[in-house]
């Protein structure tokens, strides 16, 4: 018997790339821009006030309530305009967090502050309040 090897003579398969990666790349397209406006549609009724005690902290507040805690230049930590000491905060703190079950914990810092003294007081504030406490920013 004799055998004729075909591979020889017939031409070797080419696996042609160009249209698969046409594929692809629209795939990546949708899910960015997917993304992009599911993201957008979430943090586009986000009001931050301009100064602490007056008014909530995010747009999450129409689900919870929110305290608000200040920081200003000077170091002082401020609750409803009036200074604070941090014992004072962490007693407000708990107290408000028991007698609301779905509360949050807003902290505002002024800008000119060494962000040291703002990580002093927010590590205070999540020892007491854990994951329901947040640092306020403002997008320029």
Do not use: C, W
Not at 18 to 23: A, G, N, R
Not at 129 to 137: E, K, M, N, Q, W
Request: charged fraction near 20%; proline fraction near 4%.
């Amino acid at each position: 018997m004799h055998f004729r090897n075909k591979s020889k003579n017939s031409p070797i398969p080419e696996v042609n790339l160009i249209p698969l990666m046409d594929v692809m790349m629209s795939v990546l397209t949708f899910f960015i821009i997917t993304s992009m406006s599911y993201t957008g549609q979430r943090l586009g009724d986000i009001n931050l006030p301009g100064l602490p005690g007056t008014g909530t902290a995010s747009g999450e507040s129409n689900t919870r309530n929110t305290l608000v805690i200040g920081l200003n230049r000077q170091g002082e930590i401020l609750l409803n305009n009036q200074v604070i000491t941090i014992n004072q905060v962490s007693e407000r703190i708990q107290s408000y967090l028991e007698q609301n079950q779905n509360a949050t914990v807003v902290l505002k810092a002024d800008r000119d502050l060494p962000y040291e003294d703002v990580q002093k007081l927010l590590k205070e504030m999540t020892r007491i309040g854990g994951d329901r406490v947040s640092l306020a920013i403002e997008r320029r």
